[in-house]
C-alpha cells in the first residue's frame, strides 16, 4: 500500500524560505542585471571624451555597488547550503530515535523514512546549484567590467 509522504513542520519552513529565498534573489538579479546592463557603456569609454550615461566616479560606485550586491548572493548561498545540511540533519536523528523506540523496524519502513530526509535536501541542493550558477555569472560580468576598466 503506497503511504503519501508526510513532510514535518519543519520541512515546510525549510521550503518556504526556499520559495521566498528564490523570489528574493530573482528580483535581485533583475536589479543586478539591469545594473550592469547601464554599465555596460561605460566599459568602452567614448573616443571624444562625451559621456552618453555615467561619468568615472559613478561608474566606479556602479560597479562597487554590484560587486557588493554579488558577494550577498554569494553569502545567501552558503546559507542556503548550511540550512540545506541541517533539515535533514534533523530527520535523521528523527528517524533513529523513532528506530530505537522501536522493537522491529523492516528495511521498508526506514527507506520510507530515508525519502522524508532525502527530498528536502535534494531540492535544497537543486536551488543551491542554481543559484550559484548564477551568482558565478554575474560575478564574471563585474570581473570582465573592471577589466575593461583597468586597460
Known amino acids: 500500500m503506497y503511504e503519501p509522504v508526510r513532510l514535518f513542520w519543519e520541512v515546510w519552513l525549510f521550503l518556504f524560505y526556499l520559495f521566498v529565498a528564490s523570489s528574493y ?9 539591469w545594473m550592469l546592463w547601464r554599465t555596460r557603456t561605460m566599459a568602452h569609454p567614448s573616443s571624444d571624451g562625451s559621456d552618453d550615461s555615467l561619468s568615472g566616479a559613478e ?13 550577498a548572493m ?4 552558503v546559507l542556503t547550503l548550511i ?6 540533519i534533523g530527520g535523521a ?16 519502513a526506514l527507506a520510507g ?6 527530498i528536502p535536501f535534494a531540492i535544497g541542493i537543486s536551488v543551491c546549484a542554481a543559484l550559484y550558477a548564477v551568482y558565478s555569472i554575474f560575478e564574471g560580468i563585474l ?3 573592471k577589466a575593461r576598466m583597468g586597460s
Open 74 to 77: 554569494k553569502r545567501a548561498v
Open 113 to 118: 523514512a530515508s525519502v522524508e530526509v532525502f
Open 25 to 33: 534573489w530573482l528580483v535581485r538579479s533583475i536589479s543586478l542585471t
Open 59 to 71: 561608474f566606479l560606485k556602479e560597479l562597487a555597488l554590484c560587486s557588493l550586491k554579488i558577494s
Open 143 to 145: 570581473a570582465r567590467r
Open 93 to 108: 536523528i528523527r528517524i533513529l530515535r523513532g528506530v530505537s523506540t522501536e522493537k522491529s523496524t523492516g528495511p521498508a
Open 83 to 88: 540550512l540545506s545540511a541541517l533539515v535533514p
